[in-house]
T-cell receptor
Framework: NAGVTQTPKFRILKIGQSMTLQCTQDMNHNYMYWYRQDPGMGLKLIYYSVGAGITDKGEVPNGYNVSRSTTEDFPLRLELAAPSQTSVYFC??????????FGPGTRLTVT | RKEVEQDPGPFNVPEGATVAFNCTYSNSASQSFFWYRQDCRKEPKLLMS???SGNEDGRFTAQLNRASQYISLLIRDSKLSDSATYLC??????????FGTGTRLLVSP
């Protein structure tokens, strides 16, 4: 099992550009999550999904979009990147609302 | 009041010491509890779940006090490799986990 994989590992964007962060899990988990973690801060939930076709907003959804067309994939879309979106992005998955397993993260810089 | 609160530390302890962290949560309906460990610039990893009766895994012991709404993590015989940030995590029952901001532990030789 690869667990949760994320691509890319690093990315630098210019202000106003768009990109998609990819997340895939092979554990057949129904729940998936996107978090951001700013330096020295805790994790903040951006969006989550409880199954294919079902997504919902977390604490900080503005400036992001998600989709969940399959159980395995949960991409996060950034439209019109802003410096405030410079952060480390973690994807996670879980079976129901039990312990979550995290991907290695994507380090994004917007300049 | 934050949903999950932790002392950010850092806790500086020598090798071999015993150290304990507490974490308080505000929602009395919270259903499950976890401790995660996060190394610098890495993803959080599950350390242990916290059960009502308390549980132990080697040098690590977790306790839950529902009446006072806190959970604790005790680390005995600290190792250099225990240096990390420890995240308290609570399932509030709304289909998502709430993460504390973490307690930083530094174990020195």
């Amino acid at each position: 099992n690869a667990g949760v994989t994320q691509t890319p590992k690093f990315r630098i964007l210019k202000i106003g550009q768009s990109m998609t962060l990819q997340c895939t899990q092979d554990m057949n988990h129904n729940y998936m999550y996107w978090y951001r973690q700013d330096p020295g801060m805790g994790l903040k939930l951006i969006y989550y999904s409880v199954g294919a076709g079902i997504t919902d907003k977390g604490e900080v959804p503005n400036g992001y979009n998600v989709s969940r067309s399959t159980t395995e994939d949960f991409p996060l879309r950034l439209e019109l990147a802003a410096p405030s979106q410079t952060s480390v992005y973690f994807c996670a998955s879980s079976y129901e609302h039990y312990e979550q397993y995290f991907g290695p993260g994507t380090r994004l810089t917007v300049t | 009041r934050k949903e999950v609160e932790q002392d950010p530390g850092p806790f500086n302890v020598p090798e071999g010491a015993t150290v304990a962290f507490n974490c308080t949560y505000s929602n009395s309906a919270s259903q499950s509890f976890f401790w995660y460990r996060q190394d610098c610039r890495k993803e959080p990893k599950l350390l242990m779940s916290v059960y009502s009766s308390g549980n132990e895994d080697g040098r690590f012991t977790a306790q839950l006090n529902r009446a006072s709404q806190y959970i604790s993590l005790l680390i005995r015989d600290s190792k250099l490799s225990d240096s990390a940030t420890y995240l308290c995590v609570v399932n509030t029952g709304f289909q998502k986990l709430v993460f504390g901001t973490g307690t930083r532990l530094l174990v020195s030789p």
